[in-house]
């Protein structure tokens, strides 16, 4: 079974599950909102591990992007779905992730005319230097490590070379709010500012 027919839990704007479907399903127009997660492992220098996502990815390819992200199947924990896609993805873990914050985005990809439409929970996760990694090329093109900071910075400057939910995992990471099983607000872009003000956004939800 490919990872496009993986199955996907479906959330309202709380989080709250109320159905499934494939992950085929959940990024075709106009989207359907589900439970998805971001990982970003931290080194003890505090800089944050990116990937650049392989040109066969479905959505957002060749994107520079948090370390790992994918989607937790209906009844699977957060941390179990996370470092199951970390040692597919990386060849990483397991590592000790921390909730950091969760955000609601959309985005349009213009280059596959997919939908990310996402309950996204902020994973961080604690990096040891020594410890190896072994990226699958048919999910990752490049890694490099980037300071947070700065990096919020360059979102704002290069947009376009970013997977458009990066900002909102970073923010989150520099500004932690904790595990919510509350309403995360309105969608949101890296900048901050409605989804409806998004550049890659073409269309309503």
Partial sequence: MSREEHLVELVDDTGTAHGETSVANAHQPPGQLHRAFSVMLVDPDGQVLLQRRAAVKTRFPLRWANSCCGHPRPGESLTEAANRRLSEELGAGPVELTEVGVYVYYAE??????????????????????????PDPDEVAELRWADPAALET????????????????VSRLLRPSGPTSGASGPAVTPSGSSADDAAERSGGR
């Fill in 109 to 134: 990809d213009p280059a596959t005319g997919r939908v990310e439409f996402e309950y996204d929970h902020v994973l961080r996760g604690e990096f040891r230097p020594a410890a190896p990694l072994r």
């Fill in 154 to 169: 360059e979102l704002d400057r290069d947009p376009r070379s970013y997977a458009p939910w990066l900002g909102g995992v």
